[in-house]
C-alpha cells in the first residue's frame, strides 16, 4: 500500500505506516507499525512466533470495529501476564526488557536426511526471485519470501517492518497448515538480525538466507539452533554463516 504526496513540486509515492493493534479477547496486547493488508496473517504469525498459539486462530475484526485492530479470540497456550508489546517499524522487540524474555522456546533444528543440500547458486538466487511491487513503486518496503526447495516461490510478503513482513508470511503458512517449514527456504530483502532468525526457527524453517549482513547474536543463535544462515547474497554469491551442511 502507498500513499501519493507532494515534493519538489512533483507528485511522489511513499509506503503507508500505521499502528495496527493486536487484542486478544478484548484485552490489547501488542502494537505494531506496519503496512495495512495481510493483518489478520500478521497477527497469527506474531503469536506465533511468540509461542502463543500453534494452529491458525479465530481472528477478524474487533467487536466495536475498531479502525486498525484486529483480535484473536480464544486461549492463548500461555499466559503473556502484564507483558506488552509495542514493534515498530525499524525493531520488533521493543519493549521487551531482557534477552531472556526475546528467546522464545525454539527447540535446534531437526535434519532429515532425506532432504539434499541446496545448491549454493540457488540460495543466492532467492533474492531475485522476491516479487516486490510496492518496493518498486516507493523504495520503502522490506520483504520476506517463501520458497519451495526447487526455488519456487510459495508466498511473498511486503511490509515497512522486516519482522511484520515475516510475520506475514508465517501467518500465511499457518493458515494453511504447512508449519513447521521443514523443507522450505525463506529469503529477507535485508539485514538478519536476532529477531529475524529466532522468527524462522520457531516456524521450523531449516533455511534462512538475506541480501544484507547478519549481526553477532543472529549468527549466534543460527548456530546455536542449528538453522543455515547465508547473508550478502547478491551477484551470484552468498556467505554462509552457519549449517553449512545443508549447503552445496
Partial sequence: M???IERDGVEDLVAVEEPLEIRVDGRPLAVTMRTPGDDEQLAAGFLYGEGLIARWPQVGPPEDL???AVEVRGALLRDPGERRFYTTSSCGV???GAIEQVAVDAPRLERDPRLEPVPRELLASLPDRLVQP????TGGLHATGLFARDGTVRCVREDVGRHNAMDKVIGWALERGE???GGALLCVSGRLSFELVQKAVVAGAPVLVGVGAPTSLAVELARDRDL???GFARRGRINVYSGEERVR
Avoid at 134 to 137: G, I, L, P, S, Y
Wanted: aromatic share 6%; with cysteine; net charge neutral.
Fill in 94 to 96: 521493543c519493549g521487551k
Fill in 134 to 137: 510496492e518496493f518498486e513503486r
Fill in 66 to 68: 475498531a479502525g486498525n
Fill in 2 to 4: 502507498h500513499a501519493a
Fill in 228 to 230: 543455515t544462515l547465508c
Fill in 179 to 181: 508449519l513447521p517449514l
